[in-house]
């Protein structure tokens, strides 16, 4: 192994367990030929695997003394691409656009200090992917799969249900890493829906109303809609209109009653 140490900045945690690399394969049900995404790759064990089970792997990996290493370990091995870039700023669009249209599959031992951004990042980018397989933190992959009324539904919860089909794979403890990180990791899946459940016509409404309505947990739907800068009575119509209580909080609806509502409030003119 490179002597090559990990940086708290990065969020890096080295997966090293190969029982645990080799279930990931085998779960994201990696093939011959097939386009891969690999964020964070960090010493290349995961990429390997990947590797071996005969995929393209397009690696993107931000620490560039990760990268000096990585390019030496995979000197000569024709079907890996390594980005050197930072993966919040990369075009995965743009990716797909130069491999004719072919979508990725995305197999991840994610950083930790970027794991909210890119998980809403990959969401948005979603026409480059077929499906995501993810190392989160425990607690990342509950607010992921989270249930109406739960603690740790909010807004992440509520993109992956409108735009995805989520699930929890299997915990991985803190022993499979180095260093071992303080907390337990979950291994989660996210299969991009064909027709997402939010119409494309209200997708940059509807998550405006998921800003209001969570960005102010404590208030009734009522009052936190208020934000998006109508008056009250436009707000209540909306509500009356599609069939919610003024008094429900945020945190207690659907992805689908939320694009009901999001419909709703357009056409009572509520949106400034």
Do not use: W
């Not at 890096?12 to 394969?25: A, E, M, P, S, T």
């Not at 249209?101 to 031992?109: A, D, H, P």
């Amino acid at each position: 192994m490179y002597r090559t140490y990990p940086k708290k900045r990065y969020g890096q945690h080295f997966l090293v367990d190969g029982n645990v690399i080799r279930k990931i394969v085998s779960i994201a049900r990696v093939g011959k030929d097939e386009d891969v995404i690999e964020v964070g790759p960090g010493l290349g064990a995961l990429t390997a695997a990947l590797l071996d089970a005969g995929a393209h792997v397009v690696a993107v990996e931000v620490d560039r003394l990760l990268c000096e290493r990585l390019e030496e370990r995979f000197q000569g091995v024709e079907n890996l691409e390594l980005i050197c870039e930072d993966a919040l700023k990369v075009s995965f669009v743009e990716l797909k656009r130069k491999r004719n249209g072919s979508r990725f599959k995305v197999v991840s031992n994610l950083p930790y200090n970027i794991s909210g951004p890119i998980l809403v990042k990959f969401l948005e980018e979603r026409e480059a992917f077929t499906e995501l397989f993810l190392m989160l933190q425990k607690e990342v992959a509950l607010r992921l799969v989270a249930d109406p009324g739960t603690k740790d539904y909010g807004v992440l919860s509520v993109l992956a249900r409108a735009y995805a089909d989520s699930r929890c794979e299997f915990n991985v403890s803190p022993g499979c890493f180095r260093p071992k990180p303080r907390v337990d990791s979950t291994v989660v899946s996210l299969r991009v829906l064909d027709r997402p459940r939010v119409p494309p016509d209200l997708e940059r409404y509807f998550k405006r109303v998921l800003r209001c309505a969570f960005g102010r947990r404590r208030k009734t739907l009522l009052n936190a809609l208020r934000a998006l800068g109508a008056d009250a009575t436009a707000v209540e119509r909306a509500l009356a209109r599609a069939g919610i209580d003024p008094k429900r909080r945020g945190e207690t609806l659907g992805v689908e009653e939320y694009i009901d509502l999001t419909r709703s409030l357009l056409e009572s003119g509520a949106f400034r």
